[in-house]
């Protein structure tokens, strides 16, 4: 695990943070019109009491959700490889998103939830009760289902927001997002109107602009909520090249609903399902080849060709 | 879009367009026509076959009488369903047209009657020296405006950090106490404002005026007690501003890992910035139109004192019921010109709430007056 980890990342090991930020304002003022491979070779711009640097595997071991006493999901064991997309499927009211949630601590905020088992971040647990939530979402960013920029920041200060609210520094702020939203494919469209607001752009944009300000923290993993059910076939494309990206540097767990989309975006592959009045389960995992072409399971056979959900 | 529809009106310049809601010169013609026959048969039945019935029962019967030939004559003219939808529209526009003309003859009547006695004089000077005979316009309201300044600033010192505090308990907290918190701020906003100022009154001034001149009849005395008035107003507002701010927001500010405190502060606020700066002028506005309130605390004072800490104070709202209490005319007059200058004031507040809450964050071009005329125009 820890040997992917590093592998795919050569951009996250830790630079001397003297000169970093002298490279990456140099650089960012040279890349400006560069091809779209030059960002991943550029060295990314340095935070100061952020997450630690790279991607990181995150491990469920059986992991059990309520809402209030309804057991919504039950004995959850999915491993989610560092650098790798992984991708929840499965028909509506299975529990996906939940598990989504509990992965980086926003189950809780729902009054009446409660949960069980183990959450790994890279073999740390972290429902532990010393960890604070706020640096396991620092850590663990999330894009949600509808676009929501802040309406009252500018496009810049949406990027920059993720800083002010987790306390984090940086000293090249402009490099950070020509950064952030070169990664979200969205630095082209918006170089000229940063100063605009975030709500003036368009759906697609408006998502890509908060996977900017959720990259911009630099998370370990990143996880999205069916970020791509709200928009247009052209944006969701964007977002997938932009998923595609993104996994040299950060672990992706995507929720969807689009089968053809799970087949070209992830590496591995999760089927979820409840029965009726049962608690959603996970029925089967492994590559996403594996669960597209020769499933184990009958039920993740229908689902995956469209047989059912 | 625009692009699409501009190139339009050149390839069917020979059509005329078809609006199937729009007024015909022979409908306008029609509801003039029935306004004329109904205020004319009824001048025939009520001044020439009866003996009259009063100006308004004849402006009711002739309204009554308009309304049914009107929908006579549409009926004839272009059926059932049209003159339902006319008569409708007719009588909806009426109703208003009523309270408007109740709101403007109110403003007319204050500002014919104030407007005698207000003078550049009013803002720079006192009652000192007034006696009776003198006119109306002679000495000044500056001591009122100095108190109503005062006293209201005051209680928004006092009241803002509680509102906003409130609020934000109400809206952002997950405490059990939230209901019974929020039925005692609207039991609040249902105190009469008498009984604020009797409140404060029976609490400060009657047990310790004797003793220090801070709890005697003041300015801060009234403060407070407006402050009773404001707090729950303004925290109802802001309550409602922070609860349209959309919860996607906050948990996208958590998701990026800010505690609940930071996202009310940098998320939540600056999202409902312009409803929140509007709630508090409202509030302003509510207080400063208070009179009940300042009778037991500010007390009312003839002269300037611009110590809201020391003595008895005036205020526009007092000045305006002292001064018409009176008997003389001239003092009537002042009475007047005191609410003139109160409802203006009121007016100012208002237009400023709208204009600071005014809806900024949409895209500018599709909202400037200029883009939308463009469209109409391509459109046409």
Known sequence: ????????????????????????????????????????????????????????????????????????????????????????????????????????????????????????????????????????????????????????????????????????????????????????????????????????????????????????????VLLMDEPCSALDPTSTRRIEDTISELRKEVTVVIVTHNMQQAQRVSDFCAFFLAEENEPGRVIEQGTTTHMFSTPNDTRTLNYVEGRFG | MTATVTPAPVARSNRTPRRPRELTPLDLLTLGASAVSAVCLNWLVFARMVDGIGWFAFMVSAYLTFVAIFAVATTDRLGRLVAVDRVVTVVVISAGAVVLVALASLILFIVVLGIKALRPGFFFNDQSGITPVMSSSAGGGSHAVVGTIQQVGLALVWSLPLSIGAAVFLNESRSNWRRPVRIFVDAMSGLPSIVAGLFIYAIFILPFAKSTPVFGYNGFMASLALALVMVPTITRTIEVVLRLVPDGLREASLALGASRARTVWSVVFPTARTGMTTAIVLGIARAVGETAPLIFTAFGYDLMNSNPFNGSQESLPLFTYRNIQKPDLAAVERGFAGALVLMVLVIGLFIAARWIGRDRSRRPTSRSPLARLRTKESSR
């Open chain 1, 1 to 220: 695990m820890t040997a992917t980890a590093s592998a795919p990342s050569p951009n996250a090991s830790p630079n001397a943070s003297a000169n970093a930020s002298a490279n990456a304002s140099a650089n960012a003022s040279a890349n400006a019109s560069a091809n779209a491979s030059a960002n991943t070779v550029k060295p990314r711009v340095e935070l100061i009491g952020g997450p630690p640097p790279g991607s990181a595997t995150l491990d469920a071991r059986d992991a059990c959700a309520w809402f209030g006493d309804r057991l919504v999901l039950e004995g959850v064991d999915l491993v989610m490889p560092a650098g790798q997309v992984t991708a929840l499927i499965g028909p509506s009211g299975c529990g996906k998103s939940t598990f989504l949630r509990l992965l980086n601590r926003m189950h809780e905020l729902v009054p009446g939830a409660a949960l069980d088992g183990e959450i790994l971040l890279d073999g740390d647990d972290i429902y532990l009760p010393g960890r604070r939530a706020q640096e396991i979402r620092t850590r663990i960013g999330m894009v949600f289902q509808k676009p929501n920029p802040f309406p009252a920041m500018s496009i810049r200060d949406n990027v920059l927001s993720g800083l002010k609210l987790a306390k984090i520094r940086c000293s090249d702020k402009d490099g950070l997002v020509e950064q952030s939203l070169e990664k979200a494919g969205l630095w082209k469209e918006v170089r000229d109107r940063l100063s605009s607001p975030g709500g003036a752009l368009s759906g697609g944009q408006q998502q890509r602009l908060c996977i900017a300000r959720s990259l911009a923290v630099h998370p370990n």
